[in-house]
């Protein structure tokens, strides 16, 4: 059976905090502020995950009122993502995603991201397809205000 899912984040940009996203540092002036390291990729694509194997979201999962998710690497929630959706026999055929925003430039940044997901997943790299865009200086994203992130995935059971 495959299955398909859905997810999208949104996170504010602020001082002071380190730009995560696809489970890599990038150097920026600004980060994204968030209970977790806020990597809008990584959670995304969790709730892509999660929606595709009809268990809720990230939220539901790992709570921004638990202490134990307080600053935590989102690529730990990414693995246990995928260890969640094993539980019901769900494997990873792909990942599709999106990041939106003005700054930095990410797509030299995007082969290291796609290496990275890759390996917290345990799928090859051709398996993950990451995409940047801006959007043309509109709403929050076009004042930097904040970074979103679209991912569909396919997931096979």
Known sequence: MFRVGFGFDVHRLVEGRDL?????????????????DADVLIHAICDALLGAANMRDIG??????????????????????????????????????TIAAERPKLNPHIPAMQQCLANTMNIDPDRVSIKATTTERLGFTGREEG??????????G
């Open 20 to 36: 995560w996203l696809g489970g890599i540092k990038i150097e920026h002036t600004l980060g994204l502020l968030g209970h977790s």
């Open 60 to 97: 539901y999962h790992f709570p921004d009122t638990g202490a134990e998710f307080e600053g935590i690497d989102s690529k730990i929630l990414l693995k246990r993502t995928v260890e969640l959706i094993a539980t019901k026999g769900y494997t990873i055929g792909n990942i599709d995603a």
């Open 147 to 156: 970074i979103s992130a679209y991912a569909v995935c396919l997931i096979e």
